[in-house]
């Protein structure tokens, strides 16, 4: 049996950069904060979804990022998740003392999205909306709009949030963070509903994953993760 109460919490935050010829990030995550944010993407709905995984995720997020978003917001949402992925690695450690697993189920109004993350060492990501593959819904989405732009509509971004950068985003966060991240969209609606419930649930349910249990020892019978 793991030793209770033996484990002395490390402060778990830090800095991180990433610069490219596309983007520069910078970017101060503390995993026990208060949900306090001061995010600039340039993007003010990804602006909004940030603000949310910080507010549910309890997490302190500090987030500047620029990018070529005039060409195409990918890099700038992809490139904010390595980043972001990246920072859990480092401060998540050996995950000595943490919970590992943590799911979460958010409804807003007439959306309910269900998330669980597993902190495990490896990478994988599912993305389902009513039992579909959403990241092969999304294949189909840019075939019909290919031209991404600053002057496209917010009801094109809102969808494409939907289909596209959420999958992106969340696929470079499971990448960089070796994680495996489930997220399943029960039902809804409204598409901007879907996309925060997404936000909000994933954040809770990192938020329970990385909480510290008091056990000393590493949640795997491997020993290791």
């Not at 935050?13 to 026990?32: M, P, S």
């Not at 996309?195 to 795997?220: H, N, Q, W, Y």
């Amino acid at each position: 049996m793991p030793e209770k109460n033996t484990i002395k919490k490390k402060a778990r935050k830090g800095k991180f950069i990433r610069k490219t010829t596309e983007t520069d990030i910078k970017l101060e995550l503390n995993i026990d904060g208060k949900g306090n944010y001061k995010i600039d993407t340039g993007v003010p709905f990804f602006n909004h979804m940030l603000e949310q995984f910080s507010k549910h995720s309890g997490c302190d997020i500090s987030l500047k990022a620029k990018g070529d978003i005039g060409v195409d917001l990918h890099h700038l949402i992809e490139d904010t998740g390595i980043v972001i992925g990246h920072a859990f690695k480092e401060l998540s450690g050996d995950k000595r003392g943490i919970k590992r697993y943590g799911f979460s189920s958010v409804p807003m109004d007439e959306s309910l999205v269900q998330s669980t993350a597993d902190f495990c060492g490896r990478s994988f990501f599912v993305y389902r909306f009513m039992g579909e593959d959403i990241s092969q819904a999304g294949k189909e989405f840019l075939k019909s709009s290919l031209r991404i732009s600053k002057q496209e509509s917010r009801e094109i971004l809102v969808d494409k949030f939907f289909y596209v950068y959420s999958n992106v985003f969340f696929d470079a966060v499971c990448k960089n963070a070796l994680i495996s991240l489930h997220i399943n969209i029960q039902y809804g609606s409204n598409i901007h509903h879907m996309v925060e419930a997404v936000f909000k649930s994933v954040g809770r349910a990192v938020s329970d994953a990385l909480e510290i249990t008091g056990d000393s020892g590493i949640p795997s019978t491997k020993g290791s993760i």
